[in-house]
C-alpha cells in the first residue's frame, strides 16, 4: 500500500475545504429545515475584520494583574464571543425547561434550540444527516463512546488499534481501556523530528489486524496538521474504520466529514468558542446504527419493561438522561458566530500570527521551538534555556500573558522529545500581531530573571 501526496493538506488545501463540499460534489445533509445548498460554508460576501472580532469577545478588555489581557491559551480553551454568552443567557431567561418530553411551550422552546443547535452542527461538517451527529459533552466523551460501543463489540483478541505518537491523552486511554478489555493491542505510528507523523512507520503498522486507526486532525501539543485524507484512505484499504479527533481542528478551518470520508468525527465546543461540556460525534449511520447504546437511561429507549427494552431511533440511542440544553444552545451560536465570518480570510489571519510568533521567537536567546512540521496550525510550543515552562508562565502571567505550560495531556509527544514540559502558546481568531510583540517583550523579562 502506498501513501503518497504528503502535502494534500497543505495551508492552500485546508483553505479549500471551506468550498469541499461542492468540488466533491458532497451531498448536502438531509433534515428537517434543511435549505439545499446549506451545507456551504462559503466565504462569498463574509468578512473578517479583526477590530470588530475583538470586539465581539468581551474577556478580551479584562485587566491580568493590572495588564491588558494578551490571552495565548485557546488551544486549552477559547473565549467566547458575546452572541454565545448572550444566547446562553436568553436559554435559561426565555426557554429553560427540559426537552423531547413535556407538552408545556417552555419545553418546545427548549426542544426547538436543542435540535436546531444539532442541524447547524450537521451543516457545520457537512454530515449527510443528523442522525448521525451525536450530542455528547465533548470530545473525549466521543471517543470514549466508540471506544465503549464499536470497539467492544467489534474488537477480539489479536485485533488491533493503531494511533500516533501525536495524540492527546484522550485519544490514547480510551484504546488503551478497550485493548486491556478485548484483548487486543495498542500500535502507536511513530513522528520524526519536526513532529509530523511517520507515514511509513503508519502503513508499516497497517494490515489486516488493524480494526481501528484513531488520529488527530491537529496536533494540541505540537500544532501539527496531519495528513488524515491519506491516512483515512490508508486505513480503509486494510479494512479499518478511522476515527478522527478534531478538537484543534474545528476551531481552525472548516471540516467536512463526507469529504474527508471518515467514519467518525469527534470534537468539542469549548475550543470553537463555545460553552464547555457539550461537544459533537459524527458518525457513519450505518456504524451507529449497529452499534450497541453507551448509557443507559431516559431519552434513549423506545420503550422499557422489565422483560425487554428496545433502543430509540438515532441518535437519540446514545443521548441517555437530560443533556446539557443550555451547554448545545451556546454550541449552536458559536457555530452561527464562526458561519457568519469569513473563515478563509480568518484562518489567513491566525497562519500569518502564528507565522510572526515563529519568527519573532528567533529574537529571544536559547530558546528551542518543538514541532516544526511544514503544515501547522495554531501553537507555538517552546523552551527557554533550562527555565522550567512553569516559571516561565507564571512570570508571563504577571505580565497579563495567558499561556499553557506542562505536558498539554501529551505525555508521549514530552517524552518524544526528551522534555517534561513546554510553554505553549496558542491562538484563536482574535490575536494579533501585537499579542505576539507583549510575549516577546514579557520573554524579554523571563530572560533578564533567569540570566
Ligand atoms: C487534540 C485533542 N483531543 C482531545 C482533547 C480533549 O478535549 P475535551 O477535554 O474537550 O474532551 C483535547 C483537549 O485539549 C485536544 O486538544
Not at 468540488?23 to 466565504?43: C, L, N, Q, V, Y
Not at 450537521?122 to 442522525?131: D, G, L
Request: glycine share 8%; proline share 5%; hydrophobic share 40%.
Amino acid at each position: 500500500m502506498q501513501i503518497t501526496d504528503k502535502a494534500a493538506n497543505a495551508p492552500a488545501e485546508r483553505l479549500r475545504q471551506g468550498f469541499g463540499a461542492q468540488e466533491a460534489g458532497a451531498r448536502t445533509p438531509e433534515g428537517p429545515g434543511f435549505s439545499p445548498g446549506s451545507a456551504t460554508p462559503a466565504s462569498q460576501g463574509k468578512r473578517f475584520d479583526i477590530a470588530a472580532i475583538r470586539a465581539d469577545f468581551p474577556i478580551l478588555r479584562e485587566l491580568v494583574h493590572g495588564k491588558p489581557l494578551v490571552y495565548l491559551d485557546s488551544a486549552n480553551t477559547s473565549q467566547k464571543p458575546e452572541s454565545v454568552i448572550r444566547a446562553m443567557d436568553d436559554y435559561y431567561r426565555h426557554a429553560n425547561a427540559n426537552i423531547h418530553r413535556a407538552t408545556h411551550l417552555l419545553s418546545e422552546r427548549a426542544t426547538q434550540l436543542y435540535e436546531g443547535a444539532r442541524l447547524k452542527a450537521t451543516r457545520f461538517i457537512n454530515a449527510p444527516s443528523h442522525r448521525s451527529v451525536v450530542l455528547t459533552t465533548g470530545t473525549t466523551d466521543g471517543i470514549n463512546l466508540v471506544a465503549q460501543t464499536y470497539g467492544r463489540t467489534m474488537l477480539k483478541p489479536g485485533d488491533e488499534v493503531l494511533v500516533s505518537w501525536l495524540e492527546h491523552h484522550s485519544n490514547i486511554v480510551p484504546w488503551q481501556i478497550l485493548c486491556e478489555q478485548t484483548g487486543a493491542t495498542l500500535r502507536v505510528a511513530t513522528i520524526n523530528e519536526v513532529g509530523e507523523i511517520d507515514l511509513d512507520s503508519f502503513e508499516q503498522l497497517l494490515s489486516a489486524r488493524t480494526r481501528i486507526v484513531a488520529v488527530s486532525h491537529v496536533s494540541n501539543a505540537l500544532g501539527t496538521v496531519n495528513p488524515i485524507r491519506q491516512i483515512i484512505r490508508a486505513a480503509h484499504q486494510a479494512g479499518a474504520v478511522v476515527l478522527i479527533d478534531g478538537a484543534q481542528a474545528v476551531p481552525h478551518f472548516a471540516v467536512d466529514v463526507q469529504e474527508l470520508d471518515c467514519d467518525f468525527y469527534v470534537f468539542s465546543s469549548h475550543k470553537m468558542y463555545g460553552p464547555t461540556g457539550t461537544g459533537v460525534l459524527y458518525g457513519r449511520q450505518a456504524l451507529l446504527d449497529a452499534m450497541p447504546p453507551y448509557r443507559g437511561g431516559g431519552d434513549m429507549i423506545a420503550s422499557v419493561t422489565f422483560e425487554k427494552t428496545t433502543y430509540n431511533q438515532l441518535p437519540y440511542k446514545f443521548e441517555a438522561g437530560t443533556p446539557n440544553i443550555g451547554g448545545v444552545v451556546g454550541l449552536g451560536a458559536a457555530i452561527d458566530y464562526l458561519n457568519a465570518i469569513d473563515r478563509v480570510a480568518a484562518l489567513a489571519h491566525e497562519d500569518d500570527v502564528l507565522a510572526y510568533a515563529t519568527e519573532r521567537l528567533r529574537e529571544v536567546p536559547d530558546t528551542r521551538v518543538i514541532g516544526q512540521a511544514r503544515d501547522k496550525t495554531g501553537v507555538l510550543s517552546f523552551m527557554i534555556g533550562d527555565a522550567h515552562p512553569h516559571d516561565v508562565g507564571t512570570i508571563l502571567d504577571r505580565e497579563g500573558i495567558a499561556v499553557r505550560t506542562g505536558q498539554h495531556c501529551a505525555q508521549p509527544v514530552m517524552d518524544r522529545y526528551g522534555v517534561t514540559a513546554t510553554i505553549r502558546a496558542s491562538l484563536g481568531i482574535y490575536n494579533t500581531r501585537e499579542d505576539i510583540d507583549a510575549l516577546i517583550t514579557a520573554l524579554a523579562r523571563v530572560r533578564e530573571v533567569f540570566g
